[in-house]
């Protein structure tokens, strides 16, 4: 079975995750899980939120932080893409796992990273850039 | 194509990841990256002492920790396990990301760990097992 929300991500993510095309991927009922905290963020606007500030730390693929994915499993709804970038000389190595609904829309993200310096990098950039908003 | 390492894996990591056990599923050049640190430990021997004591502080499935896999995502020769556990009650979720070999040997071991409290955890207690050896 093809997987038909992940050509809708990657298109997306290439262009930096803006507000309005990550509106029309994610299901309403969307959840987010971010690597730092435990507490999962509920709902589509706080989901765009979240991955409009990543997009804007980690840029898209080939941008600032030379983002680009590196491995991609997929199994039927399911999808897990490890990724690596690079921040003020700091390696980052994560996965976004992604779980898809019946319509193909996004309704659970959870993003992953290591080692912990990374995490560390990506807590300080990602609260400055949820700051601005 | 059924993966024929995991069943493996599933069989030594109830078991509680015994190193006798865990040398037979391993391939000779083996690499295990850690969630904490960006270096990998390569080698089976390295990667036989890191599962160990990983099977230690997390304990078999049902142990101690409450350890237990919830989603797993297989395609061809690579898997990812997502997992959670309970220790001092932090609430850990990760993922076992596993590559296999074409003998179905593992040949990359994987490790993330969310969110950022479990992560010091795990840190301090992999820390005191693998200085018992």
Request: a negative charge; one cysteine or more; proline letters at 5%.
């Amino acid at each position: 079975m093809r997987n038909h929300g992940l050509a809708a991500w990657h298109r997306v993510m290439a262009e930096g995750n803006p507000p309005d095309e990550l509106a029309k991927i994610l299901a309403d009922e969307a959840v987010f899980h971010s690597p730092v905290v435990h507490t999962p963020q509920v709902g589509k606007d706080k989901v765009i939120a979240y991955l409009a500030a990543a997009g804007q730390v980690l840029g898209a693929p080939g941008g600032h932080a030379n983002f680009r994915y590196v491995r991609e499993l997929v199994d039927g709804h399911e999808a897990c893409l490890e990724f690596i970038a690079e921040i003020d000389g700091i390696a980052i190595n994560g996965i976004d796992l992604i779980s898809f609904d019946r319509d193909w829309l996004i309704r659970d993200f959870k993003v992953m990273v290591r080692p912990l310096k990374a995490i560390g990098k990506l807590r300080e950039l990602m609260a400055a850039e949820l700051e601005k908003k």
